[in-house]
């Protein structure tokens, strides 16, 4: 064994929640508890394993695994600019906010809180040079029968898919000495018969001294609506076919001092109907803003910990064809007072 490190990640807050200008309450919250072990064992092989303690532990039928097993696989360094990963692993998004550590995210846009982001399968990442690599993935594109899936089951006159499989094409570059990245992304999964999702997937990201700075693109064009937005609006009959999904996300940190860091973030999102389809009419029907503000401390210097106060907006105008259906959605805020530490366990 040439290498091997345990962590435990804790994320916890204490939260007042208010809709429109009234509090609707005040709780303490686990927001993300996980066990991380990875380590390599010889110059060609490497595993990495974590489990977190926030979601459900029933296996699914699809990939006979539970929810909470996010990563489970074995990594095969074939050459030393070729590798493949064997198991349960990302599903290879483009994006900044998708990709870094969910545990450094206070607050995810609503189309990555919706992405599936882990997933069985394979893959294979060529390093071209030491500025360019490009990753090829086979993954589900679920992993669990289609009534966990989609909000009321598939809709009528649709037939389920034997290989609902997912196909992903990455590529990440760096430019101006490693300060600008670029994570670009395309996928295409399918979903029933005749019937896909398509992906693209964006994040542009510079970082040098203390500012980071990052604009994510997300966007996705769904046969049935695997994001469920529109069809869990109230009013709603079954399970929403042709909708497409737009994020675009902007971030600014800046550590101020080498204990302090702010950052801002926004996002806008949409959620529209591309073609009518029984009940649902062709059109937007959602769109939200979500804007946050912190401030973080790093009490020690020799501890991954700090703690911060977060101050959450999130907006949503629903049009026309939502309104008819009955929807309704409104504005929410919430300020947060929490705590961050990734614990070395070894």
């Keep these: 064994i040439n290498s091997a490190e345990m962590n435990f ?4 807050s204490a939260n007042a929640e208010f809709v429109g200008k009234e509090l609707d309450g005040m709780n303490f919250k686990l927001n993300r508890v996980r066990l991380e072990i990875k380590g390599d064992v010889g110059k060609w092989l490497g595993y990495h394993y974590r489990q977190s303690f926030n979601k459900y532990s029933d296996p699914y039928s699809l990939d006979n695994l539970s929810s909470s097993l ?11 600019n070729l590798n493949f990963t064997i198991g349960k692993q990302f599903v290879n998004f483009g994006g900044y906010e998708y990709y870094v550590n969910s545990i450094r995210v206070r607050e995810f846009s609503e189309f990555n809180n919706l992405l599936t982001a882990y997933q069985a399968g394979i893959s294979g990442n060529w390093q071209v040079n030491p500025d ?3 990753c090829f993935q086979i993954v589900n594109n679920r992993n669990g029968n289609d009534e966990d899936i989609y909000p ?12 609902p499989f997912m196909y992903t094409v990455n590529w990440n570059s760096y430019y101006l000495d490693k300060t600008l990245q670029l994570r670009y992304a395309t996928a295409v999964g ?11 997937t964006c994040g ?20 049935i609506d695997q994001h469920g937005v529109v069809s869990r609006l109230p009013g709603t009959p079954h399970t929403a076919m042709n909708t497409e999904y737009l994020s675009i996300i902007g971030d600014v940190d800046y550590r101020v001092h080498p204990q302090w860091n702010v950052y801002v973030k926004g996002a ?31 009490p020690f210097k020799q501890l991954d910990l700090f703690v911060f106060v977060l101050y959450t907006y999130r907006g949503v105008i629903l049009e026309k064809a939502a309104t008819q259906m009955g929807a309704i ?12 530490y990734s614990i070395p366990v070894f």
């Design 9 to 12: 990640q804790l994320f916890t």
């Design 70 to 80: 996010e990563l489970a696989y074995v990594n095969l360094k074939a050459r030393h």
């Design 132 to 134: 360019h690599e490009l």
């Design 152 to 163: 009321t089951g598939l809709p009528e006159g649709t037939a389920k898919a034997k290989i």
């Design 190 to 200: 399918q979903q029933t018969r005749k019937r896909y999702s398509y992906y693209f």
């Design 204 to 223: 542009n990201t510079y970082e040098k001294g203390p500012l980071l700075t990052y604009l994510d693109v997300m966007y996705t064009r769904q046969g």
């Design 268 to 298: 806008y999102e949409t959620a529209r109907v591309y073609k009518s389809n029984g009940d649902f009419r062709k059109g937007m029907y959602r769109r939200s803003w979500n804007a946050q503000s912190s401030v973080e401390f790093f």
């Design 329 to 340: 959605e409104p504005d929410t805020h919430r300020i947060s007072l929490g705590l961050v």
